[in-house]
């Protein structure tokens, strides 16, 4: 058996949602210490059944891994046929790719089990994670090979995300509902960056009423990144114990991952993966028409062997060094001109959110360009006033002072800060919404890992990347910092990205 070395940090990777990529950078990171410290963390594994009768195959030494990471309500030694998961995620861990790739399987996913046509989540609570992994084997993506699976109940994820200290949270427009308006489950969540914790953080990964199944499994990936760039090994090591206590009480794993030579061989592998990014590969979802005038039509998601194949080879490629950096946007150097492809000039809606904000006590900027409007979207700047943004059926006073947003954020490190967030919605059928915020918090951890830098406008802008898409841009000045945010699925293009950012204009 082969040990990580003692000076390196590392994961055991990025599970389930948020909350179990912590447990990662813990388990890896305790292990160096030794043998007996992996038998310690084996000890905490066992505290639940390994899933009995996987088919995880353990590959060679250093070899690439691929984990299936499940969200559920199950609970270990209970029957899956009451169970349900909301969260199917494959993992790509590979020493030789410059990211972490990441792909999630949506759970409506028309597929044929034993019982006929049903949704991808269906296999689950039919036959628990073996069946699910012979229909992703069988209809989905032939040729998987699942090496570790890794089970994380709801109420694991919600301890897990508390016992970290929760998670600033990148939030993209309103969340709302009350059940006593509707049949699905309640959240109140307002827009802009902030810090959620456990029940909110839940309500946040797991929310999909208004818009998709394939927006959810965004937020869901994106909720990993965030977190990632959030804390320190050191931070976790410091809460070593009771987050691996948390995890063996609330994760099921393959039995692998019940010996000490499965667990090591993982650790091996991922030593050297903190200073990976995570890489969303986006599932060619097509959705099927649903309800119909019976109201009984299954809201099915359907897809091409084709795509489903090339969406699989790009999850499997490991990323090179420079697939990361677009050959456009490689550093501050000369200055550029705005890019303006695919935007158009709006500054009168958009001061307006300026106006309709107040006095902050530092200035408030505003983005001089908006998306161009395609057969697809109507950009428009979502505003309480006109409630062009509520979600039937909730009342509109629950969207007073959404639109634009100003509140303070609760820092890390104790300061409450001013802030403001302006919401544009895309589409909002699609969930396709993106935002501009401004805090005088100068260093939130949400841009704790630029990607790259560029000088455009006369502003020097960090560029943040999920994979080749730029996710957010940042612009900092000595009062605040300011950035524009892509929507969850990353809908608007890198120049677009850039031109609005370089657009930011202050407010008189």
Known sequence: MKLVPKTRGGALWRFALAAVLVIGFTAATTAVAGLLKVKQIEDYFNQTSAIKGADVQLPSPGAPETLLLIGSDHRAGTSYSSANTDTMMLVRIDDNSSTINMLSIPRDLRVQLPDGTAKLNAAYSEGGPNLLIKTLKQQVFPGLVVNHILDLNFGGFQDLVNAIGCVYTDVDHRYYNNTAQTDYSSIDIQPGYQKLCGTQALEFVRFRHTDSDIVRNARQQDFIRWAK??????????????????????????????????LID???????????????????????????????????????????????????????????????????????????AG??????????????????????????????????????????????????????????????????????????????????????????????????????????????????????????????????VAWRTPLATYWVSNTLEDALSNNQMIGIAASLTEAP
């Open 266 to 340: 993982l650790f091996d592998l991922v030593i050297n993966a903190d200073k990976l990014t995570l890489k969303q590969i986006p599932f060619p979802a097509v959705f099927l028409p649903c309800g119909g005038g019976d109201g009984q039509t299954p809201c099915y998601v359907t897809s091409t062997p084709g795509a489903m194949e090339s969406a699989y080879q790009k999850f499997m490629t490991p990323t090179t060094a420079n697939a990361t950096t677009s050959s456009k946007h490689k550093g501050a150097g000369k200055a550029h001109k705005t890019p303006t």
């Open 229 to 262: 760039d959030q804390f320190s090994i050191s931070q976790l090591l410091s809460e070593e114990d009771k987050l691996l206590k948390i995890f063996g009480a609330h994760v099921q794993t393959d039995h692998f991952l019940h010996t000490e030579d499965g």
């Open 343 to 472: 935007l158009t000039s709006d500054v009168t809606d958009a001061r307006n959110q300026a106006l309709d904000l107040g006095k902050l006590g530092f200035p408030i900027y505003y983005p001089k360009l908006l998306p161009a409007a395609t057969d697809e979207w109507q950009p428009t700047y979502c505003t309480s006033a006109s409630g062009n943004c509520d979600e039937y059926p909730n009342p509109g006073y629950e969207y007073n002072g959404a639109y634009p947003r100003a509140y303070h954020i609760h820092g890390e490190d104790g300061g409450v800060y001013p802030a403001y967030r302006i919401t544009v919605m895309l589409n909002s059928a699609l969930g396709d919404y993106y935002g501009i915020q401004g805090t005088t918090w100068l260093h939130p951890p949400i841009l704790n890992a630029t990607s790259s830098t560029e000088n455009v406008n006369g502003k020097l802008l960090q560029i943040f990347k999920n994979g080749a898409h730029v996710s957010l």
